[in-house]
């Protein structure tokens, strides 16, 4: 399996594995796949990665800039993230957060934060921090590893392409 960048042709294939990865998944709402679209369209996908496995699309990341109440910049928001249903569990979806952290802090990034489950993302870095905040989300779910000691504090607000 190979961990690379997304091209044109990669397209059809990413949206049809976030709608598949998404249709049972907890917390989603079935849009997941137009946020792509919409982040790519604005030109605001940073880092969109695929993990290729003998030509097949098994998973796919997303990473776009988000915006800091205080003006800090270099941070990141990670998501989507999806792999093949009937791949779950080999390590698909770590290799990609692994390699897209790896990438982003080679880009000079302060940080990357995201929303999800503490138990999955804190083998990541990724841990809750009272200085940064989501409206509306319990802290415990929203997280952020950071590759500075020095960054910024305040609400956290993801690029329109999120909201449709």
Known sequence: MNIRPERIEDIDAIRTLTETAFKTAPHA???EH???DRLRAAGALTLSLVADADGAIVGHVAFSPIAVSDGSEGWYGLGPISVDPAR???GIGGKLIREGLERLKALGATGCV???DPAYYSRFGFAPD???TLDG???EYFMRVAFSP?????SVSY???FYG
């Open 150 to 154: 020095v960054y910024g504090e305040g």
């Open 114 to 116: 995201l929303l999800g």
């Open 88 to 90: 779950q569990g080999e």
């Open 130 to 132: 009272a200085k940064l």
């Open 159 to 161: 690029h329109p392409g």
């Open 29 to 31: 709402d079935g849009t």
């Open 137 to 139: 989300v319990p802290p």
């Open 34 to 36: 137009l946020i792509i």
